[in-house]
């Protein structure tokens, strides 16, 4: 299958600081990525979709002036969490799709960010 | 609204006994559902999709349309099979909807 990683794989940041995390495609064009965060013991969430080239589509509940989210290219996504709080604290993983097959989805490592 | 619900957060069985791991669904289109599988500090990755019709590691999981399930089933568990299992679906955006998950243990 086709490789997403993410970098990454681990942070710990002071309060109010901005943290980015990278989610690229290896071996494949990816015009789809999606984020997620998971919290312990739970499902993921989506937090949103990004589109190579356009504005990200964030779901319901998800700041888009705190997670800011950048598909520059079609292997890389980026997830910045600004002026982060305690509460930013969890596991954030990211997927691609819709270069390989379609509506199949290939997902990152994830990243953990500890907010202190 | 979509709704994906795995009503068992953790499966225990012995080694050679069969499985089945709950996924049931709510949408009002016409989805696509998947099982993933993420492994003790692995990565999440697909296990099977009901469109492929396939069987995976022994696994097998059929679309009932009718109970708008689709459970995860295999006849004999292997200890190697303990994971998370997550049963997501798909809408007619390629959004997609993850249950909350089920932990199986298979015990020797």
């Known amino acids: 299958g086709a490789v997403v990683s993410q970098h990454p794989s681990r942070v710990i940041c002071k309060s109010g600081t901005s943290v980015k995390i990278e989610c690229r495609s290896l071996?494949?064009?990816?015009?789809?990525m999606f984020w997620y965060r998971q919290f312990p013991k739970k499902s993921l969430m989506l937090m949103a979709t990004s589109n190579e080239g356009s504005k990200a589509t964030y779901e319901q509940g998800v700041e888009k002036d705190k997670f800011l989210i950048n598909h520059a290219s079609l292997t890389l996504s980026t997830l910045t969490v600004t002026s982060a709080h305690p509460e930013d604290s969890s596991f954030y993983i990211c997927s691609a799709g819709g270069g390989v097959s379609y509506n199949e989805q290939f997902f990152g490592p994830g990243t953990r960010l500890t907010v202190l | 609204a979509q709704r994906v619900t795995q009503p068992e957060k953790l499966l225990s069985v012995f080694k050679g006994a069969p499985v089945e791991l709950k996924c049931n669904y709510s949408?009002?289109?016409?989805?696509?559902l998947f099982w993933y599988v993420q492994y003790s500090r692995q990565r999440l990755q697909l296990l099977l999709r009901h469109i492929s019709r396939e069987s995976i590691k022994g696994f097998t999981a059929d679309l009932n349309k009718g109970e708008t399930s689709f459970h995860l089933k295999k006849p004999f568990a292997q200890e190697e099979d303990s994971a998370m299992y997550y049963c997501?679906?798909?809408?007619?955006?390629?959004?997609?909807?993850f249950g909350s998950g089920t932990k199986l243990n298979v015990k020797p």
């Open positions: 949408y009002s289109g016409s989805p696509e």
């Open positions: 997501a679906l798909a809408d007619n955006f390629n959004k997609f909807y």
């Open positions: 071996d494949f064009q990816a015009t789809t």
